[in-house]
């Protein structure tokens, strides 16, 4: 092992915090073989790119990434470039012929072989693609390296998707839904929290799926009502509840349970009837609406985020108005909004009446203005509020400020507090006085205990 252990590497995650997960794996068994893991790629022996695939824009980042990185074989220390994730498990083929910098390719079945294709790679010459059967989902023994901040995490409670939309080609790059085991989560949620984590985040394609395909009655209620058992966490927080699986159960620990965020994300992705059925998504415009007004009647101060896809082929002027209405009216507190891009392999790809770019950028522009509008006024709600908040450290603005979030803000995509007094330890959750916003942050100070 000394020729490994004076190997080191980097990892550059792409994508969404599902894709994170793995990479973080991909980390920890590298370390525990004897590698030693950098945050300077310049100083790496090895890099890997954990790829997105979802959309165009994800694909051009990667392969943007991709390039970049394989200079690090002319001028700095890299002999071995790795490619990882959704691109290889997609495009394997059309990447080794493009991509000949490239030495390794990891599908999203086999990424926790890292270690052991390293090894194998020292054998062989040349070019080695190792990307078969997506169904892999990883357990509890494996090793993780959590790459986040120490005092959040994400736990990812299954991989895949079954529910095929027609604009998504996630099915057939990470197999059908696969819920883990709850004990298999609960152990990795207790090994995380007893290194620090106060927060865990829930995620995978479909969080309210969990469960449906085990016989054991598991089902996302139960696991967060385990998880509200580990002493030292603080907060639990649910991505990726599809509108239809939001049941009665869960609404009800949205109410009752203090260590449940009071926040959810809900992807409707649409809002006219017609365009939803033909994304082929299992609710209606009255079910969505009617959900949200009951999410927010019975929860109330509830934070609730959602995606949106616009230019869907066949989206009238009338079906984007519809949806313009109704982001002003719900008045979603944090939202995100993407243009439809059209994925080879998926129905939609081959529907009649597509929408031409322009018109997109066009919507997504009037939809975004929109919800500025929206988010003002929400955060302007919460000035004068006292609200609970994580503290992530000093603003990178100023040393003279600390930053954090409230439990309505998930990291990276919701905002940040900056607050203006007050001390305390990088992940404490304090209790702040909201006493400014803007369109997306918060500014605050803190109480005195």
Known sequence: MSNVEKQKVSMV????????VDAEVMLGVLANQGYEITTEEKDADIIIVNTCSFIKEAREESVEAILDLADRKHDGRCHTLIVAGCLPQRYQEELAAELPEVDIFIGTGDYPRVAEILAEKAEAAGQIKYVGD???????TLPRLNSSPGWYAYLKIGEGC?????YCAIPSIRGAYRSRPQEALLAEARRLVAGGVRELILVSQDTTKYGTDLTDNSSLSGLIRALATIEELRWIRVLYAYPDGIDDELIELLKTEPKLCKYLDIPIQHISTPVLQRMNRRSTEEQIRTLIARLRSEIPGITLRTSLIVGFPGETMEDFTELLRFVEQSRFDRLGVFCYSKEEGTPAAEMPDQVSERVKRERHRKLMKAQGRVSFRSNRALVGTVEQ???EGYSEETELLLKGRTSRQAPDIDGQVYITAGQANVGDIVPCRITDSSDYDLVAEMMEP
């Open 389 to 391: 908040v994580i503290v």
């Open 162 to 166: 079954s529910n095929c939309c027609t």
């Open 134 to 140: 997506p169904n892999y989902i990883f357990d509890e």
């Open 13 to 20: 995650s792409l994508g969404c915090p599902k894709n994170l």
